[in-house]
Nanobody
């Protein structure tokens, strides 16, 4: 089972940028899909972005045009580049991986992003 470790969270002012990283314990070239979700206390985990087979990227409606997901297979790392951050982007961000289309989802431990107005 792949182990995921997120980093890059922190506090930033509205309009600022952050880049989150998700380091996998194994090579990611053959991982079916990797993505990012976020969660605030008391709410369900929300889809943010995913990249499938290293090519097809999808985004949640609230982040389209502001966030970009990418991967570096040489570093076994997936990134989430976040720009024009808003206070409503404040959440714990979790990296996830699906090794296959029917495999159970693996989660990282999360990294906190706080956007102040």
């Amino acid at each position: 089972q792949v182990h995921l470790v997120e980093s890059g969270g922190g506090e930033v002012q509205a309009g600022g940028s952050l880049r989150l990283s998700c380091k996998a314990s194994t090579g990611i070239f053959r991982i079916y899909s990797m993505g990012w979700y976020r969660q605030v206390p008391g709410k369900e985990r929300e889809f943010v972005a995913s990249i499938r087979n290293g090519i097809a990227a999808n985004y949640g409606d609230s982040v389209k045009g502001r966030f970009t997901i990418s991967r570096d297979t040489a570093k076994s790392t997936v990134y989430l580049n976040m720009t024009n951050l808003k206070p409503e982007d404040t959440a714990a961000y979790y990296c996830s991986a699906l090794t296959g289309p029917r495999s159970p989802r693996t989660w990282g431990q999360g990294t906190q992003v706080t956007v102040s107005s």
